[in-house]
């Protein structure tokens, strides 16, 4: 095969399909019928839909791998975004095995899986004053009415006035609970009720910086005042539940939507693997994500710990880089768009949605 000659500046200019290089193709939507076929589109052009396209294919490859354990990590105000759903699809379709997220995310999703609802915000009703004095908390563009959290705390001061004392709690135990409560009391659907049904543990590591921590709280104030045991909450009963779950695992997944304490949490599981290992306590194995799918806005120029990049992550062993087989793939989006397209794509491929 004839070399490129050098032109007269000295450039050689190559052939890009003796280099193999993937060419990129105009989106046609006349051609897209279905989520997938939308998506896969998305691939073939540039930008945050070539992310979207990419995400898509690395969620796929986690779900199609038996070996693979799938955690998702969530932050963010997503269930008052009405992304709960999606998750709940995630769950029943099996791709998601444990899940990480924040505490607020939890009780808004509470709120919709009791039949309770979140409103529109409209700016030339109320001010933010007036919705205070009204009992309407804001969430960006939408509302979550401050009764919806009293039966929150009904629903949750109910568990735990049941609770045994001599058994402690933690975070994954009492989101089981709830499960199992709205299993028995509601007919729709939430996160927390298919999390139960297909025994997905849910973890949220900062409890006490969310509705249900103040829940937690209030109930302990009750039980002083009326000289009861109290309960005692520890959270290093989920770290260590999450640890020995992952440590069981042959290769692992996460899908993290947003960032914060969810995401870092999660990933801090191969540090602690390695430092076991390398301080003495046990023997174990390099315990590094194989795959990783992320969806989050925030840049890496903020300085912020979730616009840290997976590649970033790689240098904590957090992460099995590309050379050795790793697959990561970043959707700088916001996830009410993004999650959509790539999950349900995702959810059509598998076959959990039946394309007529």
Known sequence: MAKPKKTVTGRVLHDPVKDKLRPIFPLDLSKCRTIDELVRAMGDTAYTGRQVGDAADVLEAMARDKDCFVVMTLAGALTVGKMGLIFCDLIESGIVKAIVSTGALMAHGLVEATGLSHFRYDPSKMNDAELFEAGYNRVYDSLEPETNLDHVEEVVDGILETWD?????????????????????????????????????????????????????????????????????????????????????????????????????????????????????????????????????EPVHWGGLSGSTYTEAVSWGKFVPAAEGGRLAEVFDDATVALPLVAGAVLQRIGYFKVK
């Open 165 to 297: 004392a001599e058994e402690v709690v933690c975070s994954w135990k009492l989101h089981r609970k709830i499960g199992e409560y709205l299993k028995k009391n509601t007919g729709g659907r939430g996160i927390l009720k298919s999390a139960y049904e297909h025994n997905v543990p849910v973890f949220v590591p900062a409890f006490s910086d969310s509705e249900l921590g103040i829940d937690f709280a209030l109930h302990k104030i009750a039980r002083l005042r009326d000289k009861r045991p109290l309960l005692r909450f520890d959270p290093f009963e989920d770290f260590e539940r999450f640890a020995d779950t992952m440590m069981a695992t042959k290769r692992m997944g996460i899908f993290t939507i947003g960032g914060g304490v969810p995401r870092n949490w999660s990933q801090q599981f191969g540090v602690y693997a390695e430092l076991m290992a390398r301080r003495g306590y046990k023997q174990v194995p390099l315990k590094r994500y194989n795959y990783g799918v992320r969806i989050c806005p």
